[in-house]
């Protein structure tokens, strides 16, 4: 990008965020201070708790507490801390935010699933606050962590994710004590010591200032509190003003004479300094979800160009507004003690209506991300590729590669801007833009079973706006979801409840595919619970609808599922009566797999029926069918079923014979599979999915 320059607050400040001749503004890695702080707190580890002295094993991990107001360090302290005993853990270090920007109290349920993905662990989608607090305590168990525990709001937080075992330690930054926890003395921070605070002032400004005139170096320090959040906007107000004197800032400071924390006076100062354009970004970036800022979200909120949204972020790292974030993509962070700062000016400056319409335009900048990002996954689609071609140049991705490393660094800011927006109230539509756009784009570079834990919370939020909105429509494609995700991870009475509302939702949206989708699930999960007359009703229900409505393909299919549910319940006869419909109807559509699949499965079923002629002869017809079909999978797994019925009607040879022609078909990967016919079988059936997927491996009583 060509080297821009705007004017901020007096002083030019070039296109790469750093004013001329002046050093780079901080980072954690270069850590100020605190040296007894360390020392107590790295003696703490080693200390014999209450527990050890009593001569009992500790319930828990080691927990050192932080303590402290927002912007006095904690979190650089604690980073400090971790960086140091971090080789003391082998299995490295978890980090877990547990308070949101704006004060709000992050769930037990998130952040457990957030340190769980850190730990490369699926967890089912959809999983509850304990489940998921025990499966950490399990993944835990057998390592030795450092888990940081960021912003703690109350001790139940930290208590649900404490590792179970004395072998990890635990480091938690929080406001205040945390009353509960046994055995946990609070290192509370002040200020910096007034060497480091002039440290951290003259790494802004350089040296020279500092070094002719130490005293007003040492003044400002203790008008700013020694607060280093203070220090570092007092630090860029004078990085971006190479001719004012330490001692200017320092007496406009004690100017202010009002009794305001000194971060609000510097705050203030800083921020008067800056002009109209900058101040409404800065003031706006208190919409940021999460406090993540990148350019488009700055762009989208002040309306301005991407660049343009680039450079004055750039310009705010340099000015002690914001922390870089250590990302592949440019991505800020909003300090969380200037947030509040932010909140105030954002609602005493700006209308409702002006701060409701940058919300907007944020995230419909979100939105025609999320389309770029999933559109450039289908690059067989000329109307995806029209569309792509039709975005403006800066929202387009170069690659796929590209769009999904995007939407992998975004994914918590996405996640943040979609309850943002549903918790708004007044931008539904957007709202509901935005999750159907993320969903797409994380199914597309993600996949469905990935993105799952994900994906679950986007559907309730979903639900929760067709709720609020009387959209039964949306509410029944919403249950349908959740309750396909409580499903496939085993919660089948959820699920149950999940599809009846769902049905209830579709009567009343009159929406003939969402009643007859929520009637076949309804069964589906009654087949899950073994409860198989209830079942083969609701499949019953659901084909109705179909024949009413001559959707033959999905009836074959009903046919297929009825069937399952008699032959687990050892109704053969009826089984067999619903596979033969189902056979006719893939015959009438013309469906070559479809037939092979059904008769595979009367002959199954005629097996089961204690009638082994009949099912061989069944099993020869379906894999000649199988055979037609180029299905050379299906025709092995026959082969091996013909095999079995042959070995027992009394025919060896002929039985090998057959397994021969199985491994013929498989080729080499049969050399690798311990198969008899059930587990090849049933995982051909998988594949398929269809009616088939529907028959599980042989249970014991048959």
């Not at 001329?20 to 201070?33: C, H, K, M, R, W």
């Not at 940081?148 to 930290?158: I, N, P, T, W, Y």
């Not at 009846?500 to 929520?518: E, M, Q, S, V």
């Amino acid at each position: 990008m060509a080297d821009q320059a705007v004017d901020i607050g007096g002083a030019r400040v070039s296109g790469t965020g750093r004013p001329p001749a002046v050093e780079a503004a901080p980072t954690d890695s270069q850590f100020l201070g605190r040296a007894r702080e360390l020392k107590e707190l790295r003696a703490d580890i080693g200390r014999a708790g209450l527990n050890t002295i009593a001569g009992r094993k500790a319930p828990h991990a080691r927990v050192l507490l932080i303590a402290g107001r927002p912007g006095f360090g904690r979190s650089a302290l604690a980073e400090e801390l971790v960086r140091q005993v971090t080789d003391g853990y082998p299995d490295g270090v978890l980090r877990a935010r547990l308070t949101e920007p704006d004060g709000t109290r992050v769930p037990v349920e998130r952040a457990a699933r957030e340190l769980l993905g850190e730990l490369g662990v699926s967890a089912p989608a959809g999983a509850d606050e304990d489940d998921l607090s025990e499966a950490l305590r399990e993944a835990l168990t057998e390592r030795r962590v450092v888990l940081l525990l960021d912003d703690a709001a109350d001790a139940e937080q930290v208590d649900a994710l404490l590792p179970a075992t004395p072998d990890s330690l635990v480091v938690a930054v929080s406001e205040g004590p945390l009353t509960g926890i046994s055995d946990v003395r609070p290192c509370t921070l002040g200020g910096l010591d007034t060497k480091s605070a002039v440290e951290l002032l003259e790494r802004f400004t350089g040296s020279v200032r500092i070094t002719v005139d130490p005293r007003s170096a040492e003044g400002l320090a203790e008008v700013c509190g020694a607060h280093p959040a203070a220090l570092r906007l007092a630090g860029g107000w004078l990085a971006a003003r190479p001719m004012a004197a330490v001692s200017d800032l320092a007496k406009q400071l004690r100017a202010e004479g009002d009794d305001s924390p000194p971060l609000a006076k510097v705050f203030k100062l800083s921020y008067a300094s800056l002009p109209s354009p900058a101040a409404r970004i800065l003031r706006l970036l208190a919409l940021a979800p999460e406090g993540l800022v990148d350019p488009h979200i700055a762009s989208g909120l002040a309306g301005s160009s991407v660049g343009a949204a680039r450079t004055t972020l750039d310009d705010f790292v340099a000015l002690g507004f914001l922390h870089p974030v250590d990302s592949p993509l440019p991505q800020y962070e909003v300090p969380g003690c200037l947030q509040p700062l932010l909140w105030s000016l954002a609602e005493s400056q700006e209308r409702p209506g002006e701060l409701q319409l940058a919300r907007a335009r944020m995230l419909e900048r979100t939105v025609r991300l999320l389309q770029s990002c999933r559109a450039i996954t289908e690059t067989d689609s000329p109307l995806a590729r029209e569309k792509l071609l039709g975005m403006p140049k800066a929202l387009r991705f170069p690659s796929p590669r590209a769009a999904e490393e995007w939407l992998r660094t975004r994914r918590p800011a996405l996640l943040a801007a979609a309850r943002l927006a549903v918790a708004d109230g007044e931008l539904d539509t957007l709202a509901r833009r935005l999750m159907s756009q993320l969903v797409r784009a994380m199914v597309a570079h993600f996949g469905t079973q990935a993105a799952a834990p994900d994906l679950y919370g986007i559907h309730r939020l979903v639900l929760d706006v067709a709720e609020r909105r009387d959209l039964p429509r949306e509410q029944a494609a919403a249950l349908l979801n959740l309750g396909d995700l409580d499903a496939r991870t085993g919660r089948s009475k959820a699920a149950l409840a999940r599809y009846r509302a769902a049905l209830d939702a579709g009567r009343a949206a009159n929406d003939p595919y969402a009643t007859g989708r929520a009637m076949e699930s309804v069964g589906g999960a009654h087949q899950e619970l073994a409860d198989y007359e209830r079942a083969a009703d609701w499949y019953g229900r659901a084909l109705v609808q179909r024949l009413a409505r001559d959707e033959r393909e999905d009836a074959a299919r009903l046919y297929g599922r009825i069937a399952a549910a008699h032959t687990h319940a050892g109704q053969y006869g009826e089984a067999l009566r619903n596979w033969s419909s189902a056979l006719t109807g893939y015959r009438r559509l013309g469906d070559v797999g479809g037939q092979a699949r059904a008769l595979s499965e009367m002959a199954r079923v005629q097996e089961y029926a204690d009638r082994p002629e009949e099912s061989l002869h069944t099993c020869q017809e379906a894999v000649e069918w199988a055979r037609r079909a180029d299905d050379t999978r299906l025709q092995a797994a026959l082969q091996l079923r013909l095999a079995d019925t042959l070995e027992r009607l009394g025919d060896p040879a002929a039985a090998r014979l057959h397994r021969t022609a199985a491994e013929r078909l498989l080729g080499d990967e049969s050399a690798d599979r311990e198969t008899g016919e059930t587990g090849l079988i049933d995982e051909i059936e998988t594949e398929h999915g269809s009616n088939a997927c529907e028959i599980r491996s042989t249970s014991a009583k048959d």
